[in-house]
T-cell receptor
Framework: GAVVSQHPSWVICKSGTSVKIECRSL??????MFWYRQFPKQSLMLMAT?????????EQGVEKDKFLINHASLTLSTLTVTSAHPEDSSFYIC???????????FGQGTRLTVV | AQTVTQSQPEMSVQEAETVTLSCTYD???????LFWYKQPPSRQMILVIR??????QNATENRFSVNFQKAAKSFSLKISDSQLGDTAMYFC????????????FGSGTQLTVLP
């Protein structure tokens, strides 16, 4: 199956700094990328949907100025957590979708800890 | 809007036994897809099985099978001959193809296979 490579797998940053998470589709063109946040023992919560070359669509309650999403190419999407705070600590997962396909391909996830 | 409900937060099963995980959903759509995803301790999301709503036949994948009851909006997952590696969080998910392929997840069921 198709592979989405997500990096880093874990990161620790200081409060007030920014962190960038990358998701690359290795063997397919991801026309759409979904970004999720997951708290321990909870489900995936959709944060935003991005289509290549377009601005991301954010879910209600997600601050677009804090969680910057860029999907400049069909193989790369990035999520930047700006001015991170401890409450931003979480597990972030991306998933890519292909045109005319119903299958989602998930990255390995990134555990972000803000200290 | 679609909702997906998993009413069993935790379940356990003895190795080699059979277990069924429940999932119900609510939608006004007629054409949609249903999925079961597995999230082991590594937290990588793995597709277990997929069902197209227009297909009456229940999907099967080796030891995994579903009982899809469209009228009842029920989509349960049966795991036969449970193995220790089946220990994971299982998420039921709904996809409306017309909604930019956005998945709606249930709250998850933590399955533990006991030796």
């Amino acid at each position: 199956g198709a592979v989405v490579s997500q990096h880093p797998s874990w990161v620790i940053c200081k409060s007030g700094t920014s962190v960038k998470i990358e998701c690359r589709s290795l063997d397919f063109q991801a026309t759409t990328m979904f970004w999720y946040r997951q708290f321990p023992k909870q489900s995936l919560m959709l944060m935003a949907t991005s289509n290549e070359g377009s601005k991301a669509t954010y879910e209600q309650g997600v601050e677009k100025d804090k969680f910057l999403i860029n999907h400049a190419s069909l193989t790369l999407s990035t999520l930047t957590v700006t001015s991170a705070h401890p409450e931003d600590s979480s597990f972030y997962i991306c998933s890519g979708g292909r045109l005319r396909s119903t299958e989602a391909f998930f990255g390995q996830g990134t555990r972000l800890t803000v200290v | 809007a679609q909702t997906v409900t998993q009413s069993q937060p935790e379940m356990s099963v003895q190795e080699a036994e059979t277990v069924t995980l429940s999932c119900t959903y609510d939608t006004s759509e007629n054409n949609y897809y249903l999925f079961w995803y597995k999230q082991p301790p590594s937290r990588q999301m793995i597709l277990v099985i997929r069902q197209e709503a227009y297909k009456q036949q229940n999907a099967t994948e080796n030891r995994f099978s579903v009982n899809f009851q469209k009228a009842a909006k029920s989509f349960s997952l049966k795991i036969s001959d449970s193995q220790l590696g089946d220990t994971a969080m299982y998420f039921c998910a709904f996809l409306n193809p017309g909604s930019a392929r956005q998945l709606t997840f249930g709250s998850g069921t933590q399955l533990t296979v006991l030796p």
